[in-house]
């Protein structure tokens, strides 16, 4: 009996251990506030909230800004801080993802219709890649977006992505690595993706197309780590590697687009 409680213990330790190095990460975080909304929008829907840790917060728009994007950058929060925390239930809750990635299209719609003439950028990690993807299959028919990218996406690699193709003008990306196989690998082939299919996920074989020209895989190699992405899930967007591969494509910067 003394085991069972001396392992209890060890795990309440754990996980209030884990909660205070999060809310440190969170804390120290650095927080884009610059950029004048009318050069541009930049929006960012972060991977599940481990802790309230919000993934990618700091990374993208510093690569943003290495690359001299001078619009806005939002990170848009798609779940609650407690639901990070237990993981599966944001994930599974397609009916409220679909809700949250609703919102996300009205917000995108009204800043297409107030400034239809300046570019919008879209960024999703993780499970947020659906949101992200979701949300543009749900804009209005004249609504546009610039460009798009998925980053070790939790999605299903053969998801049809007309509908979302339909509202881009120039690029979707797809980052993805075969080293990411225990979170979009196994993990999501017992859990699901975060449109619900039981599969690897698009983040870690990338997505199933015909060729279609606007969709760009960029696939792991190891000249990547030189830019600190390792391969893994959490090391998806460091802001050399952004800067140099994946917003060229998405028409910032001047980065090294070859693959």
Known sequence: MSVFVDLFVVLIGLFFSLGFLGLVMRITTHRDRGGNSSEGLAIMAGGLRWFGVRWGARTIPAGLRQSGFSGRFVFWPWHSGFEGVLAIPALINAGRTEKRAARLAGFITRRYRKLPDRPIYLFGISAGGFVVLRA??????????????????????????????????????????????????????????????????????????NGEEKIVDVPWHPAMILTGRLGGHTSCSPPAYLSRYILPLMGIGKGDIKQ
Do not use: C, Q
């Open 136 to 209: 543009i299959e749900m804009l209005p028919g004249d609504v546009r977006i610039h460009s798009a990218a998925l980053l070790s996406a939790a999605i299903d690699p053969n998801r049809d992505l007309g509908p979302a193709l339909s509202h881009i003008d120039h690029t979707l990306t797809d980052s993805y690595s075969y080293l990411d196989f225990v979170i979009l690998g196994f993990g999501t082939a017992i859990f699901g993706t975060a449109d619900r299919k039981h599969t690897a996920s698009a983040g870690m074989v990338g997505l199933r197309h």
